[in-house]
């Protein structure tokens, strides 16, 4: 689940129902964090561990942010 711009949250109603696990994402949140990482001069490099999250919009998201 990934939270649109507009701070709309899609939720399937499956989810609820079978008690699956449900992570919310923010590609705001995402992109600020990425961007005071950088802005840190002991960083050199930012690199994410896909096997930690696989979720496309976020790794497309980083990707663009240049963190490998």
Do not use: H, P, W
């Not at 923010?26 to 990482?37: F, H, I, P, T, Y």
Request: proline share 0%; charged share 20%.
């Amino acid at each position: 689940v990934v939270v649109q711009a507009s701070g709309i949250v899609d939720i399937t109603y499956s989810n609820a129902l079978t008690n699956d696990s449900l992570y919310v994402y923010s590609l705001e949140a995402v992109r600020k964090n990425v961007g005071m990482l950088k802005s840190l001069s002991a960083i050199d490099r930012i690199f994410y561990a896909c096997k930690a999250n696989m979720n496309e919009d976020i790794l497309r998201t980083l990707y663009q942010l240049g963190a490998g």
